[in-house]
């Protein structure tokens, strides 16, 4: 079975900065792939930031300068800095994984956390 759960999730200033993390565990070789997505109370979910297996990265143009995604594979885990936060981001954040293990490829959501930027 895989795992996958975020933390880091919280209530900020406008301004300020997080960093959530969203780790893999479990029957996993390595994470090949990961995305951070949010939705926001009465929006769609959207990508925010995705990483590949070789490193590259893209993002939304809402966040772009201010949010980086990172991967840790030693730890099978993948992190988003968010730095100059705005009231507009605030949201549940979900990381989806795409993972090797030994039963194949799989992509797995962990349950989310939640981001609250006060103005």
């Known amino acids: 079975q895989v795992h996958v759960v975020e933390s880091g999730g919280g209530l900020v200033q406008a301004g300020g900065s997080l960093r959530l993390s969203c780790a893999a565990s479990?029957?996993?070789?390595?994470?090949?792939?990961a995305g951070w997505y949010r939705q926001a109370p009465g929006k769609q979910r959207e990508l925010v930031a995705a990483?590949?297996?070789?490193?590259?990265?893209n993002y939304a143009d809402s966040v772009k300068g201010r949010f980086t995604i990172s991967r840790d594979d030693a730890k099978n885990t993948v992190y988003l800095q968010m730095n100059s936060l705005k009231f507009e981001d605030t949201a549940v954040y979900s990381c989806?994984?795409?993972?090797?293990?030994?039963?194949?490829?799989?992509?797995?959501w962990g349950q989310g956390t939640q981001v609250t930027v006060s103005s």
């Open positions: 990483i590949g297996s070789d490193g590259s990265t």
């Open positions: 989806n994984a795409a993972v090797w293990g030994p039963l194949g490829y799989g992509a797995h």
């Open positions: 479990g029957r996993i070789f390595s994470i090949n792939s």
